[in-house]
T-cell receptor
């Protein structure tokens, strides 16, 4: 079993739709969680950290479920510019950082 | 904003050459990382450094070495390049050592070994 697993997609959604991604992790001692966005042939960029109580940044909402060991990302009112690959990142303390393979999202007009 | 700069966006080298990839960050971060990213495999950690002259192997260090002589600069060295090292190489830095701070990435270097 991979330490961090994501549905690779692709998710194809129309503009204005709400879409959600999940990411599961296997190490119950994991401490920090992040979502990154990566555009084609570009570097990953931090989208948002994920806090235990859940957090929101504009149209984006991130949640953590420690009991079931997953994090989620919800995107409301999808824009064409949201088309990208979304990477789930889990850090277990110290330097151990695991990147998921990413979920591809296509938002179409 | 954190700025992580990689010396080349695209690089073409020949099998057997010694290749240097340079990375500089301007935020006085303690930690620096080198990853490679291949389709279907995601990001894989090659080496990281948590202080000047300190280095630790990541998941796939074979065929690579690193150098951190100054805090802001972290170099990745391919000792004798091989075609299976053709990949996208990403450098990252982060502020803390306990995992609470995210990593910030450079633009990446697309390396082709012929």
């Amino acid at each position: 079993r991979k330490e961090v697993e994501q549905d690779p997609g692709p998710f194809n959604v129309p503009e204005g739709a709400t879409v959600a991604f999940n990411c599961t992790y296997s190490n119950s001692a994991s401490q920090s969680f992040f979502w990154y966005r990566q555009d084609c042939r570009k570097e990953p960029k931090l989208l948002m950290s994920v806090y235990s109580s859940g957090n929101e940044d504009g149209r984006f909402t991130a949640q953590l479920n420690r009991a079931s060991q997953y994090i989620s990302l919800l995107i409301r009112d999808s824009k064409l510019s949201d088309s990208a690959t979304y990477l789930c990142v889990v850090r277990s303390g110290g330097f151990k950082t695991i990147f998921g393979a990413g979920t591809r999202l296509f938002v179409k007009a | 904003d954190v700025k992580v700069t990689q010396s080349s966006r695209y690089l073409v080298k020949r099998t057997g050459e010694k290749v240097f990839l340079e990375c500089v960050q301007d935020m006085d971060h303690e930690n620096m990382f080198w990853y490679r990213q291949d389709p279907g495999l995601g990001l894989r950690l090659i080496y990281f450094s948590y202080d000047v002259k300190m280095k630790e192997k990541g998941d796939i260090p074979e065929g690579y070495s690193v150098s951190r002589e100054k805090k802001e600069r972290f170099s990745l060295i391919l000792e004798s390049a091989s075609t299976n090292q053709t990949s996208m190489y990403l450098c990252a830095s982060s502020l803390d050592s306990q995992g609470g701070q995210p990593q910030h990435f450079g633009d990446g270097t697309r390396l082709s070994i012929l």
